[in-house]
């Protein structure tokens, strides 16, 4: 059962992040990067758990709501708790999309679209680099 908890808000330095992060997690988390589609660690995982935040360990969503969408990165339907991620319009690159992040710690995890399966309808596209999966 994933904890319903929300954590406290964390907040770093620039430089406590670039520490704690590998260059990869850095640029996605916060630089908002997006990793190449079909190379991200768990865009094929299919191991039981819980993926949490690489920022800052925030259970994000859990492996029954993952589905292969084809679309090169990991794809969930739904999070694992609603309040523990946030939207934000995001109209980079030419576009109007909705980008997920982490409510916890602000770090930009992907986007949410609307042509998932049922039973939401949703596929949150998230990069790997912004997960951590805890197998159960």
């Known amino acids: 059962m994933p904890d319903t908890k929300t954590m406290p ?19 996605v988390l916060r630089e908002k990067a997006t990793e190449r589609p079909f190379t991200g660690e768990y865009e094929r ?16 969503f859990e492996s029954d709501a993952k589905f292969d969408s084809g679309c090169g990165w990991p794809s969930f339907t739904q999070p694992a708790v609603e309040s523990h991620v946030a939207e934000e319009r995001d109209i980079s690159h030419g576009m ?6 982490c ?21 949150y596209c998230i990069n790997s680099a912004a997960l951590k999966l805890q197998p159960k």
């Open 45 to 60: 995982e299919h191991r039981p758990g819980a993926y949490i935040c690489a920022g800052c360990g925030q259970t994000l």
């Open 96 to 101: 109007v999309r909705t980008e997920v992040l």
């Open 9 to 27: 808000k964390v907040e770093k330095s620039e430089a406590e992040w670039r520490r704690e992060l590998t260059p990869m997690q850095y640029a």
């Open 103 to 123: 409510a916890s710690c602000h770090g930009h995890l992907g986007h949410v679209f609307e042509d998932g399966p049922g039973p939401t309808g949703l596929r």
